[in-house]
């Protein structure tokens, strides 16, 4: 069991599951509707907690009833909340989602008002103990702070960036990080149409870390600090139930083998084989665990 701290974003995801998509300026009726805890570094840690590791979620709540009920979720499946910093007004993040039951394809309207977790509150965390940090690629000024301090002061700490949207100067974080987990939309925003282009010009340009990107149904793409590149099938379950935080369980895949000791071509595999489990599945709950426990 290794100690994780995640710092990134818990989100109210309120779901709607629709038979299929609608046309814009359509009125239909949903088929499922659910209120879930969310957000990428908060499903990561659920998951990793599954995976038998002790985490901590630092980020930012509103001391309100939204707030205490993604506090209660996480403390729930075991993820500890006493890093997060609660604020008095607000809203917590919200992301009105409609899941398609015909494809499994999630849509994400996110609605955001609230301060980011700051390099202050990081720097007043007891990190001594902790195995892992892993990031969210959000608030780069401050991550660059949270980076550089933990560096300092804990350079035996592994470090993983994950890169979903492009925020300006996310790429200032690159040289930072040891594990770098892009997305799709990261690549697609880019101009790059295949994975490995991707990973291949980040390698030139920052060679010190193992990089990771995943390509929806068509699975994922490692390239290690060698130079070494794998291309890894999706792991497709019979039915595609619910593909919201696939990338954020694959990062907890990724993260899990490396402190499993995988090298990394075996770490990509599992860690598809972990999202594509997610993806049969609604939520977050009873993920298949064999093929993380010891190296
Ligand atoms: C899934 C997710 C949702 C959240 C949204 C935030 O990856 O974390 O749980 O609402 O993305 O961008």
Same mark, same amino acid.
């Given at each position: 069991?290794?100690?994780? !701290?995640? &710092?990134?974003?818990?989100?109210?995801?309120?779901?709607?599951?629709?038979?299929?998509?609608?046309? @814009?300026?359509?009125?239909? #009726?949903? &088929?499922?509707?659910?209120?879930?805890?969310?957000?990428?570094? *908060?499903?990561?840690?659920?998951?990793?907690?599954?995976?038998?590791?002790?985490?901590?979620?630092?980020?930012?709540?509103?001391?309100? *009833?939204?707030?205490? %009920?993604?506090?209660?979720?996480? @403390?729930?499946?075991?993820?500890?909340?006493?890093?997060? #910093?609660?604020? @008095?007004?607000?809203? /917590?993040?919200?992301?009105?989602?409609?899941?398609?039951?015909?494809?499994?394809?999630?849509?994400?309207?996110?609605?955001?008002?609230?301060?980011?977790?700051?390099?202050?509150? %990081?720097?007043?965390?007891?990190? #001594?103990?902790?195995?892992?940090?892993?990031?969210?690629?959000?608030?780069? @000024? +401050? !991550?660059?702070?949270? %980076?550089?301090?933990?560096?300092?002061?804990?350079?035996? &700490?592994?470090?993983?960036?994950? &890169?979903?949207?492009?925020?300006?100067?996310?790429?200032?974080?690159?040289?930072? *990080?040891?594990?770098?987990?892009?997305?799709?939309?990261?690549?697609?925003?880019?101009?790059?149409?295949?994975?490995?282009?991707?990973?291949?010009?980040?390698?030139?340009?920052?060679?010190?870390?193992? !990089?990771?990107?995943?390509?929806?149904?068509?699975?994922? /793409?490692?390239?290690?600090?060698?130079?070494?590149?794998?291309?890894? +099938? *999706?792991?497709?379950?019979?039915?595609?139930?619910?593909?919201?935080? +696939?990338?954020? $369980?694959?990062?907890?895949?990724?993260?899990?083998?490396?402190?499993?000791?995988?090298? $990394?071509?075996?770490?990509?595999?599992?860690?598809?084989?972990?999202?594509?489990?997610?993806?049969?599945?609604?939520? %977050?709950?009873?993920? +298949? !665990?064999?093929?993380?426990?010891?190296?």
């Amino acid at each position: 069991m290794a100690k994780i !701290l995640g &710092i990134g974003n818990a989100t109210l995801d309120i779901i709607l599951t629709v038979a299929s998509y609608p046309r @814009e300026d359509d009125e239909v #009726r949903c &088929i499922d509707r659910a209120i879930r805890r969310g957000g990428n570094a *908060a499903n990561t840690l659920v998951v990793l907690g599954q995976l038998g590791h002790a985490c901590s979620w630092a980020g930012v709540l509103v001391d309100n *009833a939204d707030g205490r %009920f993604i506090q209660d979720d996480l @403390e729930t499946h075991g993820v500890n909340t006493r890093s997060c #910093r609660l604020v @008095e007004t607000g809203s /917590v993040p919200v992301s009105s989602i409609l899941l398609n039951a015909g494809t499994g394809s999630r849509t994400i309207v996110h609605y955001r008002d609230l301060p980011e977790y700051s390099f202050a509150d %990081f720097r007043s965390l007891v990190l #001594r103990s902790m195995d892992w940090l892993h990031f969210e690629g959000r608030n780069v @000024e +401050a !991550l660059q702070a949270m %980076f550089h301090w933990s560096r300092e002061h804990y350079p035996s &700490i592994p470090r993983s960036l994950e &890169i979903e949207k492009p925020h300006p100067g996310i790429e200032g974080l690159f040289s930072l *990080a040891d594990i770098l987990l892009f997305s799709k939309t990261y690549a697609g925003s880019r101009g790059y149409a295949d994975p490995v282009e991707l990973l291949q010009s980040v390698h030139r340009h920052y060679p010190g870390a193992d !990089l990771f990107c995943t390509w929806g149904e068509n699975g994922a /793409v490692s390239l290690d600090r060698g130079g070494r590149s794998t291309r890894q +099938a *999706a792991s497709i379950p019979p039915r595609l139930v619910d593909t919201l935080g +696939a990338g954020d $369980t694959f990062n907890a895949g990724v993260i899990a083998g490396y402190l499993a000791q995988r090298d $990394t071509a075996t770490v990509l595999r599992q860690a598809c084989a972990l999202a594509g489990e997610k993806c049969g599945r609604s939520g %977050f709950d009873d993920l +298949a !665990l064999s093929g993380f426990s010891g190296p």
